[in-house]
């Protein structure tokens, strides 16, 4: 493989992915919008509990602290209640699956991923990997 072709392919891969993720991202972002702006969100309440820091001199106050103990019954709620207010409005996507199937069928279109480009003395060195094969 020549260097030339070698800039091809990859240029080729980066296009193809960028375009499916251009194209999903903007499709999703869409219907998101036009179905969320009929709307008011009422998201659920994410409870103050205020920590004072003092860095350097300053006061800094947290008051979502307590967040970062994620394996507290309190926390797993707070994230239980945010996952089911999100699968609620991801639900409402009119057509969601078909542009999921979409962006599934355009991904399998690479069948190689190529990855950790180095040049050294003048020449390209990479990792070529087949889709589905681990390395």
């Known amino acids: 493989m020549t260097l030339q072709s070698f800039n091809a392919t990859v240029k080729n891969i980066f296009r193809r992915h960028i375009s499916a993720n251009v194209f999903f991202g903007c ?3 869409l219907l998101l919008y036009t179905s969320v702006t009929a709307q008011i969100l009422q998201y659920p309440e994410t409870a103050k509990q205020p920590v004072w ?3 350097f001199g300053t006061v800094i106050r947290d008051d979502y602290r307590w967040l970062e103990e994620v394996n507290t019954p309190q ?5 239980k ?3 089911a207010f999100t699968e609620q409005l991801l639900e409402k996507i009119p057509g969601k699956n078909a542009f999921i199937e979409e962006y599934k069928n355009l991904d399998q279109i690479n069948n190689v991923a190529i990855r950790f480009i180095l040049k050294e003395g003048g020449r390209y060195f990479y990792s070529k990997v087949l889709k589905g094969k681990c390395r």
């Open 27 to 29: 499709a999703i972002f």
């Open 53 to 55: 820091d003092t860095l």
């Open 75 to 79: 926390v797993e709620s707070w994230l």
């Open 81 to 83: 209640e945010q996952a």
